[in-house]
């Protein structure tokens, strides 16, 4: 007799309480192995794929894709047979032979379903990755076989034998929850070169590759068939450009084939019908307001033009928004923080790095040494003279605490928002050691790679907004950190030198600070320091 289980969704560490699933990479019927990945889930940290500890026949989904599942809430239910780990015995005693083509008996008005075989003919060894509990740890399940609850199963008496069909056996055919199987490798989801001929071939169960989950949900909210978009990323990855020139060129159904020949002018019914597609992502003139077959636009008509002018759009703060979110309120409702800003002349910065650059690598050549490295490597030295914004504070104990370590977080904008990657151990890299990682971290935060490992932990941010071409800002402190330095766009701009006007690269420099860990007398030498090394880069050598 085999056993229905159920799997809910682990702690997937760091504190996160719940997950959206982006995607399923098995359907219902599909046999899964352990370990295999069976989900993939977007936290407020980076995207996971779920492996599953148990090996066996998918019998449902817990949840649709785009839905929020809670860390301990069902997942996926899978029929475990007897030689998969699940207790259970035949007839005379023993356990139940495995058949490859056995599917769950869905048996409306019963508690769990059941999955039995024929008793002899088709016996095959149990695979040893099937064998025992998964080996694929996560926090909140482990190698042991879970000590859950059995569920009850039907005698084989009512369940019924269910023999393997030799439509399925082949690939095609019906499965037993009655959706239609088109026998697809379901090893496609795994390898995206094999998606592209999976789609063109009709599978629409097979996940369209897409390069973040912030381009699949622009187009689901915008109706948007994500199979019919051609990708231009590697192996058709569709990017988020791919998606919105999709919605710039889509057309109402029925539109004429020649793109040069107007289409007749909508009228009654036809023409509320088309304003309600303009609302949905549309292209639509909102200016012709269609009317009846008289030529008079009608109140419904005028009524339907104008809400889709004026049509809302929510967005839902959950998952990296939703984090930000919560995050940035409680810095806000915790944090007294105060700010102090100053500019600087970058010009021998500027100067440095690029004799840096200009330099023969020693064994070869090295890759240049970014700006955002030179900064980095200015705040670890300036916060080894002031340790006091290299802090954070402990509410229940009343207590600042300096810590030992720089872990440098600094701001990347990603197509899942912004996100703060977090470079270990800061204050023992140099420059060029620097610029490798943070070109790591950002590549993986692009990707939607980051581990929330990666994600959490920094003592002090470095946000440069320069790059939006705006000069200053006031940023809210990533708590639960004491400060952070923001650093604006570099322009040429008239500069005094001596006693002489000339134009020179200047920058200007924020500091936003926990104003319970430090004066200002303290923000302002730090900010001061950064300056005095943005203004001459040669003062570092004296902490190298």
């Known amino acids: 007799m085999g056993e229905v289980r159920q799997f809910a969704l682990p702690d997937l560490g760091e504190g996160l309480t719940e997950a959206t699933i982006v995607r399923w990479l098995v359907a219902v019927g599909d046999t899964v192995r352990v370990d295999e990945p069976v989900v993939e889930v977007e936290t407020a940290k980076a995207l996971v794929e779920v492996p599953c500890p148990y090996a066996g026949v998918v019998t449902s989904h817990a949840a649709e894709e785009g839905a929020e599942v809670a860390v301990g809430a069902p997942l996926v239910t899978v029929a475990v047979g007897p030689e998969n780990g699940a207790p259970g015995s035949g007839p005379d005693g023993d356990a139940a032979p495995r058949t490859e083509d056995a599917t769950p008996d869905h048996t409306p008005g019963t508690a769990a379903e059941a999955v039995t075989g024929p008793a002899a003919g088709r016996t095959a060894p149990p695979d040893p990755e099937h064998v025992g509990g998964s080996g694929n740890v996560l926090v909140g399940y482990g190698t042991a076989p879970a000590p859950g609850r059995r569920r009850r199963v039907l005698p084989s008496s009512l369940a019924g034998p269910v023999s393997p069909s030799p439509a399925r056996a082949a690939g095609a055919g019906p499965r037993a929850d009655g959706t239609p199987h088109n026998g697809t490798d379901r090893s496609t989801r795994a390898h995206p070169d094999r998606r592209g001929a999976s789609r063109a071939n009709g599978d629409a169960r097979t996940p369209v590759p897409v390069i973040s989950p912030l381009v699949r949900r622009l187009a689901r909210e915008n109706s948007l068939d994500l199979s019919r978009v051609t990708g231009s990323g590697p192996d058709g990855l569709i990017l988020r450009a791919d998606v919105e020139r999709a919605l710039r060129t889509a057309v109402p159904e029925g539109a004429p084939a020649d793109p040069h020949s107007p289409p007749p002018a909508p009228t009654g019914t036809a023409a509320r019908e088309g304003t309600r597609s303009g609302a949905d992502g549309v292209r639509g003139d909102a200016r012709t307001v269609p009317g009846d077959a008289d030529g008079v636009p009608g109140a419904d008509d005028v009524r339907s033009a104008v809400g889709s002018v004026r049509h809302e759009r929510r967005i839902p703060l959950r998952g990296v928004r939703g984090t930000a979110a919560a995050r940035l309120s409680r810095s806000r409702s915790e944090i007294p923080d105060a700010s102090c800003w100053v500019d600087a002349d970058a010009t021998e910065l500027l100067a440095a790095r690029a004799r840096m650059n200009a330099a023969p690598g020693y064994g070869g050549q090295v890759p240049p040494v970014s700006l955002l490295a030179l900064l980095a ?138 104003h319970r860990v430090c004066d200002g007398g303290t923000a302002g030498g730090f900010l001061r320091h950064v300056a005095d090394c943005v203004e001459q880069p040669a003062r570092l050598l004296r902490t190298l």
Request: proline fraction near 5%.
């Open 377 to 514: 490597r200015v705040c670890t030295a300036a916060l080894a003279r002031f340790p006091e914004l290299n802090a954070t504070v402990d509410t229940e104990a009343r207590e600042i605490v300096v810590l030992p370590e720089v872990h440098l977080g600094f701001a990347a904008q990603t197509d899942r928002g912004l996100v703060v990657p977090v470079v270990r151990d800061a204050h023992t890299m140099t420059a060029e050691e620097l610029t490798a990682e943070t070109a790591r971290l950002t590549e993986a935060a692009r990707a939607g790679r980051l581990s929330p490992a990666e994600l959490t932990g920094g003592t002090f941010t470095l946000n440069n907004y320069g790059v939006f071409g705006v000069d200053g800002s006031t940023p809210i402190i990533n708590h639960p950190e004491a400060a952070m330095l923001g650093v604006g766009r570099i322009a040429r701009k008239p500069w005094v030198v001596g006693d002489e006007l000339a134009v020179r690269s200047v920058v200007q420099l924020s500091l936003t600070f926990d």
